[in-house]
């Protein structure tokens, strides 16, 4: 400010600020001095205000005061406010029940919690746990098997039409038995197996509850640690699921269940409420089911079986469970359950519960169980139907197995009744023309068939074999092991039109394309160089047939299923590239072979429901949706979810499928497929055979229905397959013979009185390669056709191996693949099919051989969408 105006200074004790600051009280207003300025000892707030000597501090300006104020944390004006700023709070008018925050503690300690409202609390937590408990102990109540199997009840399944197909379930297979009716060899068993302790502990496993809690946080699997008492309370639960508030009243009800019942009330209720599989609760049902005896009559060695099957019936029943688990096969199973059957007598015996001669002779021969038996209602395709929609059911929700056997589902599927008897009668029919089960060539012949509608996954039909009440208890409309032969041509041809090859940049190639069709082709890597074998010899590629066919072009080679040109092309395409387009397709990846080069010729075991369904895609013009067969499931009035119907996806570009399409309809109307001639409408399919004539397939397609139908012959006790040459009478079993009569056969009544729409045009699609060995087109072929472009094509794999070189590779003109001097071929590996024009399966050249690889049903392709090892 200006000098003018600057007052000099005062002396203290002088003037009129002086005089003011020495008044008792400070008047309104701006000017009014802080409290801790004035005499009043009230006014002061924390020991900042004082001097040393505890008398009032001076202030020389206003602005000191006010920072002495701001120190001090008050106001100008009014009382003390506790709590507020550094300094220590003014004593409570009352002492408050929780001294928190604590007014006689400085700065930071004034926030920090007594031990006495630490340890106050805390014990009012124990007491709140204890109340609850308290609670809980008192308001449930000590489950009864009785009520358990009261309240099983059937499930009721329904045709796509909304009428019932069939009632099955666990309702009227169960039956509770005293615990002095159960053999003491039975009750030892489990306790030496599941819970040593169980006649010294409390019922409860606290360690186990705490890793399941664990589990569960985590997103495990919340399964074992539990105690007998704890299987028991659980047991009868109707909701199996997985949830913290379950396990609390799990542990309350156990807990109660051990102090109300006697240790044998326990074992009794549990051993009566178990799940042995095969729709079998109790023991008393598991006997009948598994040995056809009564409870009271099982041997030690019986015991022990049974006992292992509570570790999980789905995979320790020895007659395999493929339906809900393709690991689950028959051999799988009777080994986990073989070795937990010997594990389990050796602890009844280390626990002195068998003596040493009861255990050698319980040890002496594994007591394999009687086969599985035909439930009522459950004959003819209704078994394979009921299968399929179960595990359906079963892998689009919540539900367990255990749960599902409860029964009181209703499941309505996409089944339509007429086509579902139509393809049985069809089967029979022909199976009855052509085979005699008196011919030793044509015993344990199967077929397998599936329909799905197209731009839906509806699967309307299938056929699954000859039912369970024959013993057949393995869906072969969902086979796994059986390969598919040249019908994975089109994935390799659709993948061309798309991709083009290693030479075409990108750009599709047409059907025009030409490739050399010679028998004993040497099959060439990206970069010219020779695939080879184990041996480091050629590999070469056979056909069915020796013919010269010298460079033809792929709708001819598709036509007359000749191998040698779809090897090739799949190498220049990529066999990543085919894979990846059949997968799109709708086949399962985990049921793909080796992508060597043998992969073109369908070395892959896709089921019959996959390959309906991949073929459905050409006939919708490239939209994919995945089969199913439920459409809603209803339990106890409530509807469950997840079983909207699957999403539609483009797969491949629509004329890619057309083009396809309009190739397929050429097989059928000229070449391996002339018996689907007889259908009288548009149509398109495609024959397969496979190496040394093991199975034998027909798919094919209308606008409004995709059928696969496969057949093979199986060793019974292997499940090996069997080469069908000399079956039905035939130096070898084709597609295009009994696969195509049956197909044929069943479209006719399927499609009768419907109309024939057709396919849509296929436009001119891709470029009519040149400069891939074959010469350039002559002028009464076609123009160049107008091409695509797409994705270059991914790398193929080299792979290596099969049989000693034979014959010598036929070389045309201008074959630049055939550029080396006389080089020694030799038969396919494995060896191939003669005779016919089907085009045989060569076996891989890579160490992994698909030809043989046995059956393992039920993958889960199809119905169940399990996705088990293949599809």
Request: aromatic share 8%; glycine share 12%.
């Amino acid at each position: 400010m200006s000098e003018h105006r600057r007052k000099p200074p005062q002396p203290q004790g002088g003037g009129r600020a002086a005089a003011r600051r020495g008044q008792s009280g400070s008047s309104s207003g701006r000017r009014a001095a802080p409290r801790g300025a004035t005499g009043s000892p009230s006014d002061s707030y924390g020991s900042g205000s004082r001097g040393s000597g505890g008398e009032e501090r001076t202030y020389g300006s206003r602005a000191e005061a006010r920072r002495a104020a701001q120190r001090g944390g008050a106001r100008r004006t009014g009382p003390a406010a506790p709590g507020r700023g550094r300094g220590r709070a003014a004593p409570p008018g009352r002492k408050r029940a929780i001294d928190y925050p604590r007014y006689d503690k400085d700065g930071w300690r004034r926030w920090m919690p007594s031990w006495k409202l630490v340890s106050g609390l805390f014990l009012a937590f124990l007491g709140s746990l204890v109340a609850v408990a308290g609670i809980g102990y008192a308001m449930v109540s000590v489950p009864s098997e009785e009520n358990a199997a009261a309240l099983s009840e059937n499930n009721v399944y329904y045709w796509a039409d909304g009428s019932q197909m069939v009632a099955t379930g666990s309702g009227q297979n169960r039956q509770n038995v005293t615990i002095d009716r159960i053999p003491e060899a039975m009750q030892w068993a489990v306790i030496s197996a599941e819970n040593k302790s169980f006649y010294d502990d409390s019922g409860i496993d606290p360690m186990g509850i705490a890793r399941a809690l664990g589990n569960m946080a985590r997103g495990a699997d919340t399964q074992g640690g539990s105690t007998i008492t704890q299987q028991f309370v659980k047991n009868t639960y109707l909701s199996q699921e997985q949830t913290v508030s379950r396990k609390f009243k799990e542990m309350f009800i156990s807990i109660k269940v051990g102090t109300k019942l006697s240790k044998d009330e326990i074992l009794q209720g549990y051993l009566n409420t178990s799940y042995y599989g095969r729709g079998a609760y109790g023991i008393q049902a598991a006997a009948q089911t598994y040995y056809g005896k009564d409870a009271v009559d099982l041997k030690p060695s019986e015991c022990a079986f049974l006992a292992a099957l509570l570790k999980g019936p789905t995979y320790y029943d020895p007659a395999g469970n493929q339906s809900l688990d393709s690991s689950a096969t028959p051999e799988a199973n009777r080994e986990r359950s073989e070795d937990r059957w010997g594990w389990i007598l050796e602890q009844m015996h280390a626990d002195g519960h068998l003596t040493d001669a009861e255990y050698q002779q319980a040890t002496k021969k594994y007591p394999l169980p009687q086969g599985r038996k035909a439930t009522k209602g459950m004959t003819g395709q209704i078994s394979y139907l009921v299968d399929t929609a179960k595990r359906y059911v079963l892998k689009n929700s919540d539900v367990t197995e255990a749960q599902f056997d409860q029964g009181g589902y209703q499941i309505y599927t996409t089944f339509e009744k007429d086509k579902v008897d139509a393809l049985a009668k069809a089967v029979k029919k022909v199976e009855k023309k052509n085979i005699d089960p008196k011919r030793e060539l044509d015993k344990h012949v199967q077929f397998g068939a599936a329909t799905v509608k197209p731009n839906d996954g509806a699967i309307v039909a299938l056929y699954g074999g000859a039912g369970f009440e024959n013993g057949h208890f393995n869906n072969n409309a969902d086979t796994s092991g059986i390969p598919v032969g040249s019908t994975w041509k089109p994935f390799v041809m659709a993948a061309a039109m798309q991709h083009g090859t290693y030479k075409t940049d990108g750009v599709g190639i047409s059907p025009l394309s030409k490739y050399n069709g010679n028998d004993n082709l040497k099959i060439r890597n990206n970069d010219g160089s020779l695939v080879l074998k184990k041996d480091n010899t050629p590999f070469l590629q056979k056909n069915e047939s020796d013919r010269p066919w010298g460079y033809i072009s792929l709708r001819k080679a598709m036509e007359q299923s000749v191998n040698t040109p779809f090897v090739q092309l799949g190498m220049d395409v990529g066999m990543k590239n085919v894979a990846d387009l059949a997968e799109r397709s709708g086949i399962l990846k985990d049921s793909f072979a080796g992508l060597n080069a043998s992969f073109a010729l369908g070395t892959s075991t896709p089921s019959a429901i996959r390959m309906a369904d991949a073929y459905a895609t050409f006939a919708a013009s490239g939209k994919q949706a995945d089969p199913y067969s439920v459409t809603s499931v209803k339990h106890k009035g409530s509807e469950l979810p997840g079983f909207d119907k699957p999403r539609i996806k483009q797969a491949m570009p629509e004329n890619v499928a057309n083009n396809v399409t309009d190739m397929l309809e050429n097989v059928i109307e000229n070449g391996t497929a002339q018996h689907a001639l007889e259908l009288g409408r548009t149509a398109a399919g495609k024959t397969g055979t496979t190496d040394e004539n093991k199975s034998a397939w027909f798919v094919g397609y209308t606008k409004q229905l995709s059928t696969a139908v496969t057949m093979f012959r199986e060793d019974p006790k292997s499940h090996k397959l069997l080469s069908m040459n000399g079956t039905a009478g035939k130096d070898s079993i084709h597609g295009g013979d009994i696969p195509t009569e049956v197909w044929t056969e069943f479209m006719k009544a399927a499609l009768k009185g419907e109309s024939d729409p057709g396919f849509p045009e296929a436009e001119k699609i891709g470029e009519i390669a040149d400069g891939i060995g074959a010469p350039s087109p002559t002028p009464t072929v076609t123009e160049t056709e107008e091409p695509t472009p797409s994705a270059p094509p991914s790398p193929t794999e080299t792979e290596t191996t099969p049989a000693p070189p034979q014959e010598t590779e036929t070389c045309e003109p201008f074959d630049f693949r055939c550029k080396d001097e006389e080089e020694t071929g030799g038969t396919g590996p494995g060896g191939t099919d003669t005779g016919g024009t089907d085009g045989g399966v060569s076996t891989s050249p890579s160490p992994t051989e698909s030809g043989d690889t046995g059956t393992s049903k039920g993958n889960g392709n199809g119905g169940g969408l399990f996705g088990g090892p293949t599809g």
